[in-house]
């Protein structure tokens, strides 16, 4: 099992700034160890709900750099509100973290 | 960046090998076509991105020269109403495609992602909102190379 994502939810308005830090070694398949390919192992697909509903969602390819990062902006979301965010990989491994939106400062 | 015809072909057999060693239910949505599209031009093709306009609405915030280029940082914001997605393209990566980032219910269109970069290179951000495409570009220098090593 991949290690769990950072995830951090912060209200700015009624705007939910989302920042989500993966923990990936996005293999590009060009790299090469003791002269042999490192074979492709990266994300391929990303999904964010708030409260159960998909707002945002991603098909990526191995460009992405390792551990990858990713920010998106939510309107209309309240402190307490559930944001889940799930990756799967070329492997077919997969993850799920969630976090809560916390009200900004 | 060093590139020898030998890696760029050992890099597509590895993502061929892998792909075919997949369930092909796990590609269902992955656009392979487009991912493995070796110019920016066939991998839209892939997509169905066609008649894209310049367009002056879009911002892309990246660095002009980028040190590292194994992460590059990126904020891409679409000021068009009705943005559903947002695609980027790094034109002279080995494969150009980068992905698609599509927003749905409340979403700003705005996305913050980190790419490598191969050599320098335009950034080209394709955004499709109410069925048309617009499109535009940023060159971003890279001084060392994010493939390899």
Same mark, same amino acid.
């Given at each position: 099992?991949?290690?769990?994502?950072?995830?951090? !939810?912060?209200?700015?308005?009624?705007?939910?700034?989302?920042?989500?830090?993966?923990?990936?070694?996005?293999?590009?398949?060009? /790299?090469?160890?003791?002269?042999?390919?490192?074979?492709?192992?990266?994300?391929? =697909?990303?999904?964010?709900?708030?409260?159960?509903? &998909?707002?945002?969602?991603?098909?990526? =390819?191995?460009?992405?750099?390792?551990?990858?990062?990713? !920010?998106?902006?939510?309107?209309?979301?309240?402190?307490?509100?559930?944001?889940?965010?799930?990756?799967?990989?070329?492997?077919?491994?997969?993850?799920?973290?969630?976090?809560?939106?916390?009200?900004? =400062? | 960046?060093?590139?020898?015809?030998?890696?760029?072909?050992?890099?597509?057999?590895?993502?061929?090998? !892998?792909?075919?060693?997949?369930?092909? =239910?796990?590609?269902?949505?992955?656009?392979?076509?487009?991912?493995?599209?070796?110019?920016?031009?066939?991998?839209?093709?892939?997509?169905?991105?066609?008649?894209?306009?310049?367009?002056?609405?879009?911002?892309? /915030? !990246?660095?002009?020269?980028?040190?590292?280029?194994?992460?590059?940082?990126?904020?891409?914001?679409?000021?068009?109403?009705? &943005?559903?997605?947002?695609?980027?393209?790094?034109?002279?990566?080995?494969?150009?495609?980068?992905?698609?980032?599509?927003?749905?219910?409340?979403?700003?269109?705005?996305?913050?992602?980190?790419?490598?970069?191969?050599?320098?290179?335009?950034?080209?951000?394709?955004?499709?909102?109410?069925?048309?495409?617009?499109?535009?570009?940023?060159?971003?220098?890279?001084?060392?190379?994010?493939?390899?090593?």
């Amino acid at each position: 099992m991949a290690d769990p994502m950072k995830i951090r !939810a912060t209200l700015q308005g009624d705007v939910a700034d989302v920042r989500v830090l993966m923990a990936h070694p996005m293999e590009t398949g060009q /790299r090469k160890q003791a002269g042999k390919a490192v074979p492709l192992h990266f994300i391929q =697909s990303i999904t964010a709900q708030l409260n159960g509903r &998909t707002v945002f969602s991603a098909d990526i =390819s191995q460009a992405i750099s390792r551990n990858p990062v990713f !920010a998106f902006k939510v309107k209309g979301a309240k402190a307490g509100d559930k944001i889940t965010v799930t990756w799967k990989d070329n492997k077919g491994e997969t993850r799920t973290d969630e976090t809560t939106v916390r009200a900004g =400062s | 960046m060093l590139q020898t015809r030998r890696t760029v072909t050992f890099g597509l057999a590895a993502a061929l090998g !892998a792909a075919l060693l997949k369930p092909l =239910s796990a590609l269902a949505a992955w656009n392979q076509g487009a991912f493995q599209a070796k110019s920016a031009l066939d991998g839209m093709k892939a997509l169905g991105i066609t008649n894209a306009q310049d367009s002056g609405d879009i911002v892309i /915030r !990246a660095p002009d020269i980028a040190e590292n280029g194994a992460v590059v940082p990126m904020d891409i914001t679409s000021n068009i109403p009705g &943005t559903t997605s947002i695609s980027v393209f790094i034109e002279k990566n080995p494969f150009p495609y980068t992905g698609t980032f599509e927003f749905a219910a409340g979403a700003v269109p705005f996305v913050h992602l980190r790419a490598k970069i191969g050599e320098s290179t335009p950034v080209r951000v394709v955004v499709a909102a109410g069925g048309k495409f617009y499109t535009t570009a940023k060159e971003v220098k890279v001084t060392i190379g994010g493939c390899g090593g």
